[in-house]
Nanobody
């Protein structure tokens, strides 16, 4: 079992930056792929970014590529999502995700472990 605790959401204006953190606990957490998905009002949860267990490669949705950066610190099983140049369309609840499969982490329907979610609101 893996527990995920998120922090760092908030309300900002367009063009601002935010950093989300997600700390994972559990015996096997360090070997899991981790990432973020988001759910905007009236929309389905969607993939944002993911990173595999060794932290060498991160993958992004087209909508955030070039603006968001995902990093991982295995010493404390924490991932960080640096979000720059935020847009109003980035407004959503952001959920930390973890999965033993480096493939399933990309699909909201397949992810095994979720955090409680943190709200990000971007005003124009």
């Amino acid at each position: 079992q893996v527990q995920l605790v998120e922090s760092g959401g908030g309300s900002v204006q367009a063009g601002d930056s935010l950093r989300l953190s997600c700390a994972a606990s559990g015996r096997t957490a360090s070997s899991y792929a981790m990432g973020w998905h988001r759910e905007a009002p009236g929309k389905e949860r969607e993939f944002v970014a993911a990173i595999i267990w060794n932290g060498n490669d991160a993958y992004y949705s087209d909508s955030v590529k070039g603006r968001f950066t995902l990093s991982r610190r295995n010493a404390n099983n924490t991932v960080y999502l640096q979000m720059n140049s935020l847009k109003p369309e980035d407004t959503a609840v952001y959920y930390c995700a973890a999965d033993p499969s480096a493939e399933d982490i990309y699909y909201s329907d397949s992810v095994h472990f979720w955090g409680q979610g943190t709200q990000v609101s971007v005003s124009s």
